[in-house]
Structures are given as C-alpha cells and as structure tokens.
C-alpha cells in the first residue's frame, strides 16, 4: 500500500509561517492498496489531493471510496471542494456512520446548505453512493476494511485497513475510555475499570498494524485541561502503539496550537518514552505531502 498525507491537522486547518513543517490542512490521507483509491477524510487536506487525482487521470473515469471518520468540521470541510466530485465521469462511494439522529447523507447535506455553501450537494455531477455502517468488516477489491467506534463525542469510526499481507490502521480523534470514565467521576474504580476494558478492545484492533496512524493531539502536560474533549495525550497513544506491537506510529491531527517545533519536540519525548522500553517501534509525526510505502 502507498499511504500519502494530504492534512494532518486537527480541529481546525492552521495556516501561516509555524506550520510550513508538518502542514497546516486538516485530515485527509490517500491509500492505495492495489488499484484502488481510499480516501480517509475529507478535511480541507482532500482540495489538493482531488485537483491531484484529476490531473492524474487524464479525463478517464474515476472510482473512488472515501472513508469519513466522523462529521466534525475538521473531516468534513474540503468535501465541497473536492472537484472530482463535480465530474460526470466520477463513481464516489462515501462511507461513515449515520450520526446522532440524521444520515450521514443529512450531515453532507447540510453542510452545503444555501446558507453555508453556495452549492447543493445534489447539484453535483457525480455518481455519488452513500454507504452507513455502524463497525464491522466489509472487502473493496482484495482489500479488507474493519471499522470499531472510538471514544469521541459523536459518531465516531476508526479503520482497519488490510491489503497484501500489510496493515495500516486510521484512527483519528480518540480518547481512552478509563480516563474519560475516571473523570466523569460517577463510577468511580468501577468505571476506570469498565474503560480499562474498553481500551484493550481498541489495542486488539490496532494490534500488528505496519502503520498505525494515531492521533496525539495534547502533550502530556496540556491533557488534563483537555479530558472528555475526546482526544488523546502524547503518552496514551504511544502505550497503545507499544502494547499493540505496531511497527510504526504515524503522529497525527495536530493540534493548531502547535507549531512545528512543538510537534518536533513531542516526537522527541516519544522516542523517548519508546527507547526506555526498548522497543523497536518506529515514531514520527505525519507530515503533509509525506508518502510512506507499507
Ligand atoms: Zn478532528
Ligand atoms: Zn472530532
């Protein structure tokens, strides 16, 4: 599989002279496994990679999946801009989970609401298929994806993604269960106890990826202003990659606070925290325009 990063960023897409490094758009990584192109999220990063893929083709027909995570402006906001969907010659597959009482569908739709955008999602040209689903496993080509729901408010998926004997893993916006549940407060050990739980079904899901693209997107120091936001702390997502014996964790959804020299630095803290391990597992952050071959 060829992985390629088109945004990186979380929350809000961040551009300016301190985030030239690792790139200022939001989430959106291509894989291409075989002769297939998945997409997973449609942050302000999928611009680019869409005037990509039409360069690319040469005015052949396109076939495309596009994986969303959830509906959080961060994974949704480039989908209006994303010109393959507005050619005639395009079969986009659009996959996600329904959200808290509307389609997936009704999510899109609104966002391209006359009064956000000033073109309907209906207006455009392409063959554009919408499949829900709520986890579980499903086959594109010889290509196997599974999907578990994360711990994020909303709806919230992560993928498994296994192709030639190789796995790469997307799971963006994720806080652990025993620290959500810890901070609530109400269940007490109980509760720290029910997430621990929880946690160790999201470490068999990831367990053995070749990539694990993880979000991190809080230092350790900044996470205890940040519990039940959803997202998860430099530490906790190196654990999950350790226990899960991934062979390289991909630093993702950076957060807009943090420039490149913070993000540089918090790849240094958890080389260090893999090396006292002494662990083989490879660390760096996701970089726009990277490309990675698994
Ligand atoms: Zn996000
Ligand atoms: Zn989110």
Same mark, same amino acid.
């Given at each position: 599989?060829?992985?390629?990063?088109?945004?990186?960023? @979380?929350?809000? %897409?961040?551009?300016?002279?301190?985030?030239?490094?690792?790139?200022?758009?939001?989430?959106?990584?291509?894989?291409?496994?075989?002769?297939?192109?998945?997409?997973?999220?449609? !942050?302000?990063?999928?611009?680019?990679?869409?005037?990509?893929?039409?360069?690319?083709?040469?005015?052949?027909?396109?076939?495309?999946?596009?994986?969303?995570?959830?509906?959080?402006?961060?994974?949704? /906001?480039?989908?209006?801009?994303?010109?393959?969907?507005?050619?005639?010659?395009?079969?986009?597959?659009?996959?996600?989970?329904?959200? $808290?009482?509307?389609?997936?569908?009704?999510?899109?739709?609104? /966002?391209?609401?006359?009064?956000?955008?000033?073109?309907?999602?209906?207006?455009?040209?392409?063959?554009?298929?919408?499949?829900?689903?709520r986890g579980?496993?499903?086959?594109?080509?010889?290509?196997?994806?599974? #999907?578990m729901y994360l711990?994020?408010?909303?709806m919230n998926l992560?993928?498994?993604?296994? &192709? @030639?004997?190789?796995?790469?893993?997307?799971?963006?916006?994720?806080?652990?269960?025993?620290?959500?549940?810890? &901070?609530?407060?109400?269940? #007490?050990?109980? !509760?720290?106890?029910?997430?621990?739980?929880?946690?160790?079904?999201?470490?068999?899901?990831? #367990?053995?990826?070749?990539?694990?693209? @993880?979000? #991190? $997107?809080?230092?350790?120091?900044?996470?205890?202003?940040?519990?039940?936001?959803?997202?998860?702390?430099?530490?906790?997502?190196?654990?999950?990659?350790?226990?899960?014996?991934?062979?390289?964790?991909?630093?993702?959804?950076?957060?807009?606070?943090?420039?490149?020299?913070?993000?540089?630095?918090?790849? %240094?803290?958890? /080389?260090?925290?893999?090396?006292? $391990?002494?662990?083989?597992?490879?660390?760096?952050?996701?970089?726009?325009? $990277?490309?990675?071959?698994?």
């Open positions: 599989m060829r992985v390629r990063f088109w945004g990186t960023r @979380g929350s809000i %897409a961040t551009p300016g002279s301190f985030t030239l490094g690792y790139g200022g758009n939001t989430s959106c990584v291509e894989v291409r496994a075989g002769q297939d192109v998945l997409i997973f999220d449609a !942050g302000t990063g999928i611009r680019e990679l869409g005037l990509s893929l039409v360069e690319e083709a040469r005015g052949a027909p396109l076939t495309l999946h596009l994986f969303i995570s959830h509906t959080h402006w961060d994974h949704i /906001q480039g989908f209006p801009f994303f010109v393959p969907a507005y050619l005639p010659s395009t079969t986009l597959h659009v996959y996600g989970s329904p959200g $808290q009482g509307r389609s997936l569908e009704k999510i899109l739709r609104g /966002q391209m609401d006359s009064d956000y955008f000033p073109v309907a999602l209906g207006d455009l040209s392409s063959t554009m298929q919408m499949h829900e689903f579980g496993e499903f086959a594109i080509g010889d290509t196997t994806i599974s #999907a711990n994020h408010p909303g992560g993928y498994r993604i296994v &192709h @030639g004997g190789k796995t790469v893993v997307y799971a963006t916006d994720n806080e652990p269960y025993r620290y959500t549940l810890d &901070h609530l407060g109400r269940r #007490a050990e109980a !509760g720290r106890e029910f997430g621990g739980r929880l946690d160790e079904e999201f470490v068999r899901f990831v #367990a053995g990826a070749d990539l694990y693209i @993880g979000e #991190a $997107q809080y230092t350790d120091e900044e996470y205890p202003a940040k519990i039940g936001w959803g997202h998860s702390s430099l530490s906790a997502t190196v654990e999950v990659a350790l226990k899960a014996h991934v062979k390289s964790l991909a630093l993702f959804h950076h957060d807009p606070m943090h420039g490149d020299e913070t993000v540089s630095a918090m790849v %240094a803290v958890a /080389q260090r925290l893999i090396s006292s $391990q002494l662990s083989p597992l490879r660390c760096f952050a996701a970089r726009e325009g $990277q490309i990675l071959d698994v």
